[in-house]
């Protein structure tokens, strides 16, 4: 049985979410409205935290150094000025909160990479000498012991 709370919530849940987790590196594009123009200004770091789960009250910290000063932005995951969260990069971590890297400086400060988990195209496999006299001798097969040279 639902709430007529939770009812509301429901129609300001955002379905396009991707699984954002401390260590990712992101690009949150945000619409910013100035006088009567509205542009998307693009914000690139590291999530520091994400925070009270994935409901409408969602909120993700984000981390990024501009000119040698940490600056960190915390963003409502549902929120309607978000335009899109890009995922950049995974990192390796093992805390649910990287607030530690605030101070981190050098070797400490560093996250292991990890593989995105993207498909890549196995390269096709060269064909046999008797596929490629077929091709060539209009579809009959290579006779045994026939001497192919590479095309010039």
Known sequence: MT??????KQQYLRKDLLEVRPGDIVRVHQKVKETDKERIQV??????????????Q???TVRKVAEGVGVERIFPLHSPLIEKIELVKHAKVRRAK?????????????????????AVA???Q?????????????????????????PK
């Open 58 to 60: 969602g909120t993700i």
């Open 126 to 150: 060269p064909a046999t000498t008797s596929e490629m006299l077929a091709g060539e001798a209009g579809g009959e097969p290579a006779k045994e012991g026939t001497v192919l040279y590479p």
């Open 98 to 118: 990287l607030f530690y890297l605030r101070t981190a400086k050098g070797k400490r400060a560093k996250l292991k990479a990890k593989e995105l988990g993207i």
């Open 43 to 56: 914000f690139e770091g590291l999530v520091l935290a994400a925070k009270h789960g994935k409901g409408i």
């Open 122 to 124: 196995e390269p096709a």
């Open 3 to 8: 709430t007529k709370l939770e009812t509301f």
